[in-house]
């Protein structure tokens, strides 16, 4: 029953390894968001796709490479993860592009990088 | 530029008096305002939005907030301070700069004392 859900919940992992972060909504959106939020609680758009399409890429390392492989999920690769990656990381969703509309998020990832 | 500033960090009252948490925006028009809530290790819930029609706005939980335009805010109140309250609360800015993108405040942290 989830609006919004991601996987894993916690993720640890060394530097210099590969992970990914899947996220799954299903309200029938049209657009999915990726956030980090940083230590101090800060939150930033990363990414956003509307109908599988890429439309918000903001100057995130290109070591962040989402996948939307229909318009229900929206996944997270990260390669040769940094500490600085360490994060709070929200999958979000909304009914389509619009400054209006609310935006649904899930429970977050914790990723911590060793 | 659209920009979003939440005068303070941290806000503590006593359960049972009045909360207000504050927020000035800046806006070349006519912005969309949203407060989100976010418990301990949770996901972003929406408290309330803003999108041009009644300037107070009203919410879940017993939150509301009032647009004002002179004064560029959108301060959240709640008459009342339940222990459940405490949280990080998040004022948002909803950008349009080619595509629609949040932009969110530094957030508050609402602390409820017995």
């Known amino acids: 029953d989830t609006a919004v859900s991601q996987t894993p919940k916690y993720l640890v992992t060394q530097m210099g390894n590969d992970k990914s972060i899947k996220c799954e909504q299903n309200?029938?959106?049209?657009?999915m968001y990726w956030y980090k939020q940083d230590s101090k609680k800060f939150l930033k758009i990363m990414f956003s796709?509307?109908?599988?399409?890429?439309?918000i890429n903001e100057t995130v390392p290109n070591r962040f490479s989402p996948k939307s492989p229909d318009k229900a999920h929206l996944n997270l690769h990260i390669n040769s993860l940094e500490l600085g990656d360490s994060a709070v990381y929200f999958c979000?969703?909304?009914?389509?592009?619009?400054?209006?509309?609310?935006?649904?998020f899930g429970p977050g990832t914790r990723l911590t990088v060793t | 530029a659209q920009s979003v500033t939440q005068l303070d960090s941290h806000v503590s009252v006593s359960e049972g008096t009045p909360v207000l948490l504050r927020c000035n925006y800046s806006?070349?028009?006519?912005?969309?305002l949203f407060w989100y809530v976010q418990h301990p290790n949770k996901g972003l819930q929406l408290l309330l939005k803003?999108?041009?029609?009644?300037?107070l706005v009203k919410g879940i939980n017993g939150f509301e907030a009032e647009f004002k335009k002179s004064e560029t805010s959108f301060h959240l109140t709640k008459p009342s301070a339940h222990m459940s309250d405490a949280a990080e609360y998040f004022c948002?800015?909803?950008?349009?700069?080619?595509?629609?993108?949040?932009?969110f405040g530094t957030g508050t942290r609402l602390k409820v004392l017995a």
């Open positions: 803003y999108t041009s029609a009644a300037t």
């Open positions: 979000a969703s909304s009914p389509r592009q619009g400054e209006n509309y609310e935006q649904y």
């Open positions: 309200l029938g959106h049209d657009t």
């Open positions: 948002v800015v909803s950008l349009h700069s080619g595509t629609y993108k949040y932009i």
């Open positions: 796709y509307n109908n599988k399409e890429l439309i």
């Open positions: 806006s070349s028009y006519s912005p969309s």
